[in-house]
C-alpha cells in the first residue's frame, strides 16, 4: 500500500490516516513511563500537568486539523482511549476537555490566523 508522508502526517493510498494514529498512539504511550517516573519523584501535578500538555498532548495534536478529518472512528477511539488514559492516571487535570474540543480549537486558531499571515505576504 504506498502512503504520502507530508510533515510527519502519514495518508495511505485510501486517504485515511491509520497509520499515523497508530505511530502517534504507541509513541505517546511510551510517553507515560517518563511520565511515571516524573511522579515517583514528587513532580507536583500542577508541574505533571504541564509536562504532559508540553510534550504528550502537543504530539497528540501536531497538525490535528490536517489529519483528523480523515481518521477513522475506530482511530478516533485510540486516541480518545488514550487521553482518558492520561486523565484516569492523573498526568492531566480530570476536567481536561475532551480530544474533539482541542482539535476544533485548533481549527479555529488555524483558520483565524490564516487571512492574517495572508496579509502579510501579500505585496501591494
Known amino acids: 500500500m504506498d502512503k504520502l508522508n507530508i510533515l510527519g502526517v502519514t495518508i495511505s493510498e485510501d486517504m485515511l490516516a ?5 505511530n502517534l498512539v504507541s509513541v ?13 519523584h514528587s513532580l507536583p501535578d500542577e508541574a505533571l500537568h504541564s509536562v504532559t500538555r508540553a510534550t504528550t498532548i502537543a504530539r497528540l495534536m501536531y497538525a490535528a486539523p490536517s489529519w483528523w478529518g480523515i481518521t477513522a472512528e ?11 488514559r ?3 492516571m492523573g498526568y492531566l487535570p480530570a ?16 483558520f483565524r490566523s490564516a487571512p492574517e499571515n495572508l496579509k502579510r505576504f501579500t505585496y501591494p
Open 86 to 88: 492520561l486523565k484516569r
Open 18 to 22: 491509520s497509520a499515523r494514529v497508530e
Open 28 to 40: 505517546c504511550s511510551r510517553s507515560l513511563f517518563a511520565l511515571r517516573v516524573l511522579r515517583a
Open 74 to 84: 475506530k482511530d478516533r477511539a485510540k486516541i480518545e482511549r488514550l487521553y482518558n
Open 95 to 110: 476536567d481536561a476537555p475532551r480530544i474533539p474540543a482541542l482539535v476544533d480549537k485548533a481549527e479555529a486558531s488555524l
